[in-house]
């Protein structure tokens, strides 16, 4: 079966803080694809990032760092001197290969992230 | 243009109106999605077009319809609503439809059923 767990529900942080999402994911297929999106009080979900089950190799976008590990079905999101502008609700998502629900997104519930000043 | 457009972007309707949302996509994607979201849950995928052809209903009651005039296009009808139809809904679009694709979303319709 397929799942997605972000077992954050809220997090608080202070401006400047470090912090980390966590993301753990389910799944049967051995080809499948993980994504990051920030939903915004304004509602839109924008994309931050695609990772491949075959591509462990962590990746660096300015203050987003995502940690991907297969062995622990993992694939945390680090965003390094949090600021205001990144509060948002962060939703992982996983999308398999096969078994008919190619292109389907299956999402985790979501963790709203508050960042104050 | 890498934009989802969604109109409008709030609709209040009775139980026994008739309306229809839009979404528009002109980067070339030929996989529209529509999603419902609830407050504070996650989207949930309602219809899939591929290739302007319907791939996925996800069982959704057919007081929704669904429709891809063309490529860049998708409406939703709705009719005869119930007030816990009352969400959130997103409309997306990716390259192929393939599970690799990223989705671009749209700003989403803020739908409120009396």
């Not at chain 2, 219809?47 to 057919?62: A, D, G, Q």
Request: charged residues 20%; aromatic residues 12%; glycine residues 6%.
């Amino acid at each position: 079966a397929q799942k997605v767990t972000q077992a954050q529900t809220e997090i608080s942080v202070v401006e400047k803080e470090d912090v980390t999402l966590d993301c753990v994911y389910e799944t049967r297929d051995t080809t499948y694809y993980l994504f990051w999106y920030k939903q915004p009080p304004s509602g839109e979900l924008v994309f931050l990032i695609r990772r491949n089950s075959f591509d462990e190799q962590n990746e660096i976008s300015g203050r987003y760092s995502w940690n991907f590990q297969k062995s622990t079905s993992s694939f945390n999101f680090t965003i390094t001197a949090s600021q205001v502008v990144d509060s948002a609700v962060y939703f992982c998502a996983l999308s398999e290969a096969k078994g008919g629900s190619q292109g389907n997104l299956i999402f985790g519930k979501g963790t709203k992230l508050s960042v104050k000043p | 243009d890498t934009e989802v457009t969604q109109t409008p972007k709030h609709l209040v309707m009775g139980m026994t109106n008739k309306k229809s949302l839009k979404c528009e996509q002109h980067m070339g994607h030929r996989a529209m999605y529509w999603y419902k979201q609830k407050a504070k849950k996650p989207p949930e995928l309602m219809f899939v077009y591929s290739y302007e052809k319907l791939s996925i209903n996800e069982s959704v009651p057919s007081r929704f319809s669904p429709e891809c005039p063309n490529s860049s296009l998708l409406n939703l009808h709705l009719h005869a609503l119930q007030p816990e139809d009352s969400a959130l809904y997103l409309c997306a679009s990716s390259l192929s439809g393939s599970s690799y694709n990223e989705q671009f979303f749209g700003p989403g319709t803020r739908l409120t059923v009396l």
